[in-house]
């Protein structure tokens, strides 16, 4: 099974066609050679295999990522007890 987390670009590279993105703490550089659409900082997109697919709303985007937060969370309390 394949999880695409929703990822916000914090720095976009145009010479370099990729953008930074930050993905729950975690900042990488990705390509953003398939995109079709110009991506600026704040945009949340998903990844896969190191390259930006689309760009997502952001309303959907904040609401995936707190559905992650909590199974995260009830993970850990279930190693946790």
Do not use: W
């Not at 370099?16 to 949340?44: C, F, K, N």
């Not at 904040?62 to 995260?72: D, F, P, R």
């Amino acid at each position: 099974m394949c999880l695409s987390i929703p990822s916000q670009v914090v720095a976009v590279d145009n010479e370099r066609q990729s953008v930074t993105v930050d993905t729950l703490g975690v900042r990488r550089d990705v390509s953003s050679h398939l995109m079709t659409e110009p991506l600026a900082i704040g945009d949340y997109v998903l990844i896969h295999i190191g390259f930006v697919m689309n760009k997502i709303d952001r309303n959907d985007a904040l609401q995936s990522l707190e559905l992650y937060q909590e199974i995260v969370s009830k993970l850990e309390n279930e190693t946790t007890h």
